[in-house]
């Protein structure tokens, strides 16, 4: 017995036809693949640039904070966030961005008057390497952090 194809059309796709799509897609991907390079390059700057200035403004937060309540605070670094501390007790924290880290020699300690007690610089790195680093100077006393010039 011969049986016949009820659809009346032919089942799936000839070669040629798979060939052709394949063809168009790759040359899809051969000219979009430049772009996500230059994409990820500006994601890494846009990260860098949103973390240097969130940490500078978490530690003014942080000497504002302490001149406020008249209470010594520390900002300790940690694997992939920074806290503000007081006794022990963590007051607030800010996260820095997964392509992002920092090093910082030691904690920073503000006084109750707001003054930074020693001071120091702070290196942040990209973890791909394709963003140059940044350096937060931090001053003794009481004038406000600021981003390095380059």
């Given amino acids: ?3 016949e194809n009820k659809g009346g059309g032919k089942k799936g796709y000839t070669l040629l036809e798979l060939i052709i799509v394949l063809s168009i897609m790759s040359i899809g ?3 979009i693949s430049p772009n996500l390079k230059v994409f990820s390059e500006k994601k890494e700057r846009i990260e860098m640039d949103y973390a240097v200035d969130g940490l500078i403004e978490f530690i003014n937060e942080g000497k504002s904070y302490g001149r406020l309540k008249d209470k010594s ?3 300790k670094f940690r694997s992939q966030d920074v806290v503000l501390m007081e006794n022990l007790k963590t007051i607030d924290k800010f996260t820095l961005p997964p392509s992002v880290y920092v090093i910082a020699g030691e904690s920073i300690d503000i ?3 707001g003054k930074i007690k020693k001071a120091q610089s702070i290196k942040m790195y990209s973890k791909s390497g394709i963003v140059e680093p940044e350096t937060i100077t931090i ?3 009481t004038s406000y952090v600021s981003r390095q010039k380059k």
């Fill in 1 to 3: 017995m011969n049986k």
């Fill in 111 to 113: 006084s109750g008057m």
């Fill in 73 to 75: 605070v520390a900002v």
């Fill in 29 to 31: 991907t051969f000219i």
């Fill in 139 to 141: 001053k003794v006393g």
